[in-house]
T-cell receptor
Framework: DAKTTQPTSMDCAEGRAANLPCNHS???????VYWYRQIHSQGPQYIIHGLKNNETNEMASLIITEDRKSSTLILPHATLRDTAVYYCIVRATPSNFGNEKLTFGTGTRLTIIP | DVKVTQSSRYLVKRTGEKVFLECVQD?????MFWYRQDPGLGLRLIYF???????EKGDIPEGYSVSREKKERFSLILESASTNQTSMYLCASRQPNTGELFFGEGSRLTVL
């Protein structure tokens, strides 16, 4: 499984865009990038995933570089409720999970400042 | 709403006790996972199961076992609890089409 590297912590002002980087330089061609977040005392929650094209949903946007070695999760208008730990992981294609185990790193602790 | 339910939100046990943590999902998912979460260490995979009666060790299986007798239920067992197993335990199941993981609310275990 490709390893990911994320900053330990970040701050962002309320109302501004929060840009969370993730480095996955060893990603292979069949691996997707997934993002989850964990609000204090809750289980992690899925945000978004993508392969090579940029993706957007109601929660966030995912920008993946052309060489796929890094990505950025964008929360366009951060609110205080976005304060959480954000995890970036890479995974095999959905149709080829097999017996693949899923591991998480330590993530980025994002704090939204009022 | 899809749901992963963990039986106990908080437990307090004594060293040497046998502990069962239950997890049930209502989404008919084949893949289920048990993680533990400790400050500064993130989520670490203990065991996972890719089908009924099938299980695989994760990164930190020592001191744990699992049971998957039915598709919807994945149990984590601590045969003889120790203080270093005090932690938050999280169960998840995976949707086959998108790979999205659905997590339970977690079970915070304290071993005295």
């Amino acid at each position: 499984d490709a390893k990911t590297t994320q900053p330990t912590s970040m701050d962002c002002a309320e109302g501004r865009a929060a840009n969370l980087p993730c480095n996955h330089s060893t990603i292979s061609g069949n691996e997707y990038v997934y993002w989850y977040r964990q609000i204090h005392s809750q289980g992690p929650q899925y945000i978004i995933h993508g392969l090579k094209n940029n993706e957007t949903n109601e929660m966030a946007s995912l920008i993946i570089t052309e060489d796929r070695k890094s990505s950025t999760l964008i929360l366009p208008h951060a609110t205080l409720r976005d304060t959480a730990v954000y995890y970036c992981i890479v995974r095999a294609t959905p149709s080829n999970f097999g017996n693949e185990k899923l591991t998480f790193g330590t993530g980025t602790r994002l704090t939204i400042i009022p | 709403d899809v749901k992963v339910t963990q039986s106990s939100r908080y437990l307090v046990k004594r060293t040497g006790e046998k502990v069962f943590l239950e997890c049930v999902q209502d989404m008919d998912h084949e893949n289920m996972f048990w993680y533990r979460q400790d400050p500064g260490l993130g989520l670490r995979l203990i065991y996972f199961s890719y089908d009924v009666k099938m299980k695989e060790k994760g990164d930190i299986p020592e001191g744990y076992s699992v049971s998957r007798e039915k598709k919807e239920r994945f149990s984590l067992i601590l045969e003889s609890a120790s203080t270093n197993q005090t932690s938050m335990y999280l169960c998840a199941s995976r949707q086959p089409n998108t790979g999205e993981l659905f997590f339970g609310e977690g079970s915070r275990l304290t071993v005295l």
